[in-house]
């Protein structure tokens, strides 16, 4: 402090430390429009291969089929996932790991061997939906979600 002192006088240090806690605070009160701009990008290369991966799958499709499009070479940056047995009902196609818990992972449900569920979640929790996803499909309206894909809502209502 006596460096600065020396330097700028006190006026001179109180006026760096006033620049430097407006920044501060301007940055804390910029981060939600920071974050609004991030979220209206254009989706990354593998968001774009799962979303037309999407698009591909019919309904009835047998998970045989399914192996077979994702190993068809249309859809190298997607990473079949293995979270459970195979023969649970759910199979999880995920995005390669981004940071902030960006990665989106489409959950395939399959009832006696035929596609009847699509839903995208983000890798870290199966329980929110990503902004800028398609709305979860379900081929047949008595196909129960599993419990650990049902969408959270927050308390605030938010």
Same mark, same amino acid.
């Given at each position: 402090?006596?460096?600065?002192?020396?330097?700028?006088?006190?006026?001179g240090?109180?006026?760096?430390?006033?620049i430097?806690? *407006?920044?501060?605070?301007?940055? /804390? /009160?910029?981060?939600?429009?920071?974050?609004r $701009?991030?979220?209206?990008?254009?989706?990354? =290369?593998?968001?774009?291969?799962?979303?037309?991966?999407?698009? %591909?799958?019919?309904?009835? %499709?047998?998970?045989?089929?399914?192996? %077979? *499009?994702?190993?068809?070479?249309? @859809?190298?940056?997607?990473r079949? =996932?293995? @979270?459970?047995?195979?023969?649970?009902?759910?199979?999880?196609?995920?995005?390669?790991? !981004?940071?902030?818990?960006?990665?989106?992972?489409?959950?395939?449900? $399959?009832?006696e061997?035929?596609?009847?569920?699509?839903?995208?979640?983000? =890798?870290?929790?199966?329980? *929110?939906?990503?902004?800028?996803?398609?709305?979860?499909?379900?081929?047949?309206?008595?196909?129960?979600?599993?419990?650990?894909? !049902?969408?959270?809502?927050?308390?605030?209502?938010?």
């Amino acid at each position: 402090m006596k460096i600065l002192t020396r330097k700028l006088g006190w006026l001179g240090v109180c006026v760096v430390l006033a620049i430097l806690l *407006i920044a501060l605070v301007g940055l /804390y /009160y910029l981060r939600p429009f920071a974050g609004r $701009f991030l979220d209206n990008l254009s989706p990354s =290369q593998p968001k774009v291969e799962l979303l037309a991966f999407w698009d %591909e799958l019919d309904w009835g %499709e047998g998970l045989e089929n399914v192996e %077979e *499009i994702l190993q068809s070479g249309k @859809y190298s940056q997607l990473r079949p =996932q293995q @979270y459970g047995p195979r023969g649970a009902g759910v199979w999880t196609i995920g995005t390669p790991s !981004e940071w902030g818990a960006k990665n989106w992972v489409l959950c395939l449900q $399959f009832d006696e061997g035929a596609l009847v569920a699509k839903r995208i979640r983000i =890798q870290d929790t199966a329980r *929110i939906h990503p902004r800028g996803a398609p709305d979860d499909e379900v081929s047949q309206a008595d196909v129960p979600c599993p419990s650990w894909l !049902e969408i959270w809502k927050p308390r605030d209502g938010s």
